[in-house]
């Protein structure tokens, strides 16, 4: 009888530890074993599409509002003065081949209520990082990365970024990065990439590149310094899919590496994933050398309590695998 | 052995093994609500408070933006069990629809409201003096907590700015980002 007792009390300590592990599994089932693009690497001396035909028009003598006429023709777009450059258009507001975004604030305020204390809250995010500790030694990353539902709504979750971070902060705490992800404003998943606070405050900001092809396909995404520091900073390129898209300023040289899940929301409520975000072959530029990151990466988020994302990491093919996805509504 | 002893011996065994697993079970739930209590003791910052008489160097609009700084207090405290001084800042959004906080190409149509992220530098006798930002310290990217404010609403931020000094004399607060959108 009381062996049966003693079998019985473990039969239900290994259905409580398998519903558990199951339930974790059951997320990462949902991960399509679509090819990996595999640990790319940008050539050497790359020389972006953009700066080519700036150099092919400044030797016609173009001028530069020319030179921009003719490459906007083209579907490329630069800085004149600091020669960032990025493909495609960097959108406006006005533009109707965006995602829609509605500010998450408009129905709620009708007219400024100077020194009154509204009755919105403020809203909140949540994130969920792996952190390179407190290293700041790399000039770039490559990584492939699925970026799974991404999921909002009308009542949850209502921005939805899942990303990767590049930058240092400045000496005084203001950040300076640059990243490039997947956002989900409005239930439209696009390819993005975004600076903020760099040393030239006319470069920050969008460039919506365009509508992802699968939330399971692992696209691949770097970031790359290329070792020249001109009188705005120092350059860096951003690819998607080995696809050169922009390029731009960092303050640093030297930069911290973090991948992101990015909640908000105004109810205090967010919408739970379907399919998780899923990085995978991650690799970090130090040096002049590519190396698998697979060492000194460490997990923080916000702190909120109760926590609404979840996250695992693991090393496998000698790299960091991360996945992230929204367990919790609140 | 006879059968009654060796019955008699297999029942204590069956007994010791009962002993035995009981006693796992009840260490392994003990083991298990312990570290749930302590976790969660963990991530409450104490309420454990000194009032602090260190002079606020910067009210009113932060670094040319149209947020307003209504006030400030501090206090010497605890946060995730290090020693802090802890800021609370009262602000104000005063950007709107006519005149929004930077775009930067972003798709929204802005009604004013901003995204901001504040820190503080604390000074001793005139010194500047090391101390981390701790509120959040696992928010990409900013590193703080991100802020949303509706235009013309006012709220009440805490800074938790990790140092052992007691003897602070005044503070600034920094606003290290703002911008129209939800930043990434």
């Given amino acids: ?330 | 052995m006879n059968k009654r002893s060796r019955k008699s011996y297999l029942f204590m065994k069956s007994k010791t093994r009962v002993k035995i697993a009981a006693g796992i079970i009840i260490i392994v739930t003990a083991v298990t609500i312990l570290s749930l209590v302590v976790i969660n003791l963990a991530q409450k910052p104490s309420r454990e408070v000194l009032t602090s008489n260190a002079k606020l160097n910067n009210a009113g609009y932060l670094a040319g933006s149209k947020l307003f700084l209504v006030s400030a207090n501090a206090a010497y405290g605890v946060h995730g069990g290090q020693a802090c001084f802890i800021i609370t800042a009262t602000i104000r959004n005063d950007y709107t629809a006519q005149q929004p906080p930077p775009m930067d190409n972003s798709t929204i149509n802005s009604s004013g409201t901003a995204y901001i992220g504040l820190t503080a530098t604390l000074y001793s006798n005139n010194a500047q003096i090391s101390a981390n930002d701790i509120t959040s310290p696992g928010s990409a990217p900013l590193g703080v907590p991100q802020i949303a404010l509706a235009s013309g609403q006012t709220t009440t931020i805490e800074i938790d700015m990790a140092t052992s000094n007691r003897n602070i004399s005044s503070y600034t607060i920094d606003l290290i980002a703002v911008e129209g959108y939800s930043i990434p």
């Fill in chain 1, 1 to 330: 009888m009381r062996r049966k007792v003693t079998n019985c009390f473990a039969a239900i300590i290994i259905a409580v530890l398998a519903v558990v592990f199951m339930s974790n599994i059951a997320v990462h089932a949902q991960i399509n074993s679509s090819p990996s693009t595999g640990q790319w690497q940008p050539p050497a001396n790359f020389v972006n599409p953009v700066a080519i035909k700036v150099a092919e028009y400044k030797a016609m003598n173009m001028s530069d509002d020319q030179i921009t006429a003719a490459l906007t023709a083209q579907g490329m777009g630069w800085d004149p003065i600091t020669g960032a450059a990025w493909m495609g258009v960097l959108i406006a507001p006005t533009e109707t081949n965006a995602p829609q975004v509605v500010d998450p604030f408009a129905e709620n305020i009708t007219a400024p209520v100077s020194s009154q204390t509204s009755s919105v809250s403020p809203q909140t995010n949540v994130e969920a990082d792996v952190l390179m500790g407190s290293s700041y030694n790399y000039m770039g990353f490559g990584v492939d990365m699925s970026c799974g539902s991404v999921a909002t709504s009308s009542t949850g979750t209502n921005t939805h970024y899942v990303t990767t971070h590049i930058g240092k902060a400045y000496s005084d705490g203001t950040p300076c990065w640059t990243e490039v992800g997947v956002c989900n404003y409005d239930g439209g998943l696009w390819f993005y990439t975004y600076e903020g606070n760099t040393p030239v405050p006319g470069e920050s900001g969008w460039q919506y590149v365009c509508a992802i092809n699968s939330e399971t396909y692992q696209n691949a995404y770097c970031i790359q310094l290329n070792g020249v520091q001109d009188q705005y900073g120092w350059q860096y390129n951003i690819y998607i899919n080995e696809q050169w898209e922009r390029s731009g300023h960092l303050q640093a040289q030297l930069n911290s590496v973090n991948f992101a899940d990015e909640i908000f929301s105004t109810t205090g409520s967010y919408t739970i994933d379907s399919i998780n975000a899923h990085w995978v072959n991650s690799e970090l530029y130090s040096n002049g050398v590519w190396n698998d990151w697979n060492s000194g990466a460490s997990f923080q988020n916000s702190g909120n309590n109760p926590m609404p994302l979840s996250y695992d990491d693991y090393i496998y093919s000698n790299c960091y695998v991360y996945d992230a996805w929204t367990s919790q509504t609140t």
